[in-house]
């Protein structure tokens, strides 16, 4: 309770998130693919029940694994096709189709290259949330920063929501397939160059092949540590530790939970009704050892 706001105050979700120094580490979603639709803006919330949707999810699993599937903003090929981007692996590879609209549930529950107009889709995309009907600090500051994005080398996709609003702007960055919080220009540049993550490690929610929460954390961690060479390929919870799995060697790290945090509702009075969540921290040195 302690973190929420009084009552008779009504901020923005990410402007209350900076003030109580929320960590985003953890916050990123899970998948082993990810899956963008061409849709015209704006959208419905959820974004599902746009009539181009049917029959899909937020969380869907295909025969690429567990799959997150987004719209992005985008006009149709034609009346009755739809742009799809599918990104999968790790580093993320991606392939774009043009599919008939109503074949699309069939085709990301089984994205195949027999699809006739298989091609390779960007190789550098920032998807950036800015689905205002779902909250106003994605569709405001997310699109302010999608617009000063296009100045850089790399695709900027707009899309719906990705969860964590309150980390406004948020994006993820492909083919590195991590999230990133309170994005900004300077930050961007600092991914793009590949420099040493270590400065700028509290802004980053989470590799999204790892489990959310204590997972994502202990990656961040191992990321932290080693910079852009380390190659997670998996990572595995037990208890209290997490075992963040690279090309040739294992990290150890020791989670535990830091204090409940809340998300609060925007510009409602005292930030009601909030969800509650765990903040966690890594704690002493990653340890490692041969694979």
């Known amino acids: 309770m302690k973190l929420l706001p009084g009552p008779d105050e009504q901020p923005r979700c990410a402007s209350w998130s900076r003030a109580i120094a929320l960590d985003p580490r953890g916050t990123a979603f899970h998948a082993e693919t990810v899956t963008l639709i061409g849709v015209p803006a704006p959208w419905p919330k959820p974004v599902f029940d746009h009539p ?5 999810a937020t969380g869907m699993e295909s025969s690429r694994g567990t799959t997150r599937v987004l719209a992005f903003a985008d006009d149709p090929p034609s009346g009755d096709r739809l742009r799809v981007l599918v ?129 994502q954390v202990a990656e961040c ?19 209290g530790e997490a075992e963040v799995v690279g090309q040739e060697r294992v990290a150890r790290v020791t989670v535990v939970p830091r204090r409940q945090v809340p998300t609060i509702s925007c510009r409602q009075p005292g930030g009601v009704p909030a969800k509650q969540a765990v903040e966690y921290e890594a704690v002493g040195s990653v340890r490692f050892e041969p694979r």
């Open 52 to 56: 181009l949707l049917g029959g899909l």
């Open 87 to 215: 990104y999968a692996g790790f580093p993320m590879v991606g392939t774009a189709y043009e599919v008939p609209a109503l074949e699309l549930a069939r085709h990301v529950a089984d994205p195949t290259d027999r699809w006739r107009s298989a091609r390779p889709a960007p190789e550098r995309v920032l998807a950036v949330c800015t689905q205002g009907s779902h909250d106003v600090c994605c569709g405001t500051d997310g699109t302010r920063f999608a617009a000063e994005a296009e100045s850089r080398p790399i695709t900027v996709l707009r899309v719906s929501h990705t969860g964590g609003h309150r980390f406004a702007p948020t994006a993820l960055v492909i083919p590195d397939g991590r999230m990133w919080a309170r994005m900004d220009l300077p930050l961007l540049d600092a991914v793009l160059e590949r420099r040493p993550p270590d400065a700028f490690i509290d802004r980053c929610r989470g590799l999204i092949l790892a489990p959310a929460g204590a997972g």
């Open 221 to 239: 961690a191992v990321f932290a540590a080693e910079g852009w060479s380390w190659q997670t390929t998996a990572v595995r919870l037990n208890g």
